[in-house]
């Protein structure tokens, strides 16, 4: 990580620190359950839509409508680390990239590592997530987290799979055609989750034959 990361990630991460008191055994169940469903989710649609190292994958993702309030109201720096390590304990063994899309204050602006961002050509500009100013707890923590944290405004449709956890739409930035996915998970705690994947657009007409592999 480098020295401007590890300045940025000081200032997030003092803003975090002043939470209290400490959770409830009950509350951290409920963490942990989190966590476990999003890594199973992350897992059927990494499967689903056949992602390989390099691929992106976005995540957008209310704290607040995991814990059962109206997006935007109850951002939460407790329940989005469960979220983002559930996640990212797919995404990184595979390879690929998560993108984690920032909240509408920020016109869902994307948290990648840079990696990512000088792999697809991508263009860097300068905010510094927040959980109760813009950029909202997930995107939060991804660039704390992040070994070298990046914000872009567009990735160009470049996500070939994601998703959406708490109607946050992330439509903007997958690779057209997206397809819905239905995975065995509807919610992620009380959030309503919604799963995406890519696939080619079809040519030709009635007379073409097409790849069943990439359908």
């Known amino acids: 990580m480098n020295d401007s990361s590890a300045s940025h990630n000081s200032t997030a ?8 008191p400490a959770p ?9 359950k989190v966590r476990e469903q999003a890594a199973q989710a992350a897992r059927e649609v990494l499967a689903a839509s056949h992602e ?18 109206r997006i935007g109201t109850h951002t939460s720096m407790r329940v989005a680390p469960y979220l983002f390590d559930g996640i990212q304990s797919v995404l990184k063994p595979a390879g690929v990239f998560l993108a984690a899309q920032c909240c509408e204050h920020l016109n869902r602006a994307i948290v990648m590592e840079r990696g990512c961002m000088e792999r697809y050509d991508l263009e860097q500009v300068n905010a510094i997530p927040q959980p109760n100013h813009a950029g909202g707890a997930f995107g939060t923590i991804a660039y704390q987290r992040f070994d070298d944290p990046v914000l872009v405004e567009d990735i160009r449709h470049l996500a070939k799979a994601g998703m959406d956890i708490g109607d946050t739409l992330i439509g903007m930035h997958l690779r057209p055609v997206a397809v819905p996915l239905r995975i065995s998970l509807s919610q992620i705690g009380s959030a309503h989750l919604v799963c995406a994947r890519y696939r080619p657009k079809y040519v030709g007409g009635s007379r073409a034959i097409y790849d069943e592999s990439l359908m």
């Open 24 to 32: 409830t055994g009950e509350e951290l169940a409920f963490y942990e």
């Open 52 to 69: 390989k190292a390099g691929d992106i994958f976005v995540v957008g993702c209310s704290s607040s409508e995991v814990l059962g309030e």
């Open 13 to 20: 991460s003092a803003a975090s620190a002043t939470q209290s």
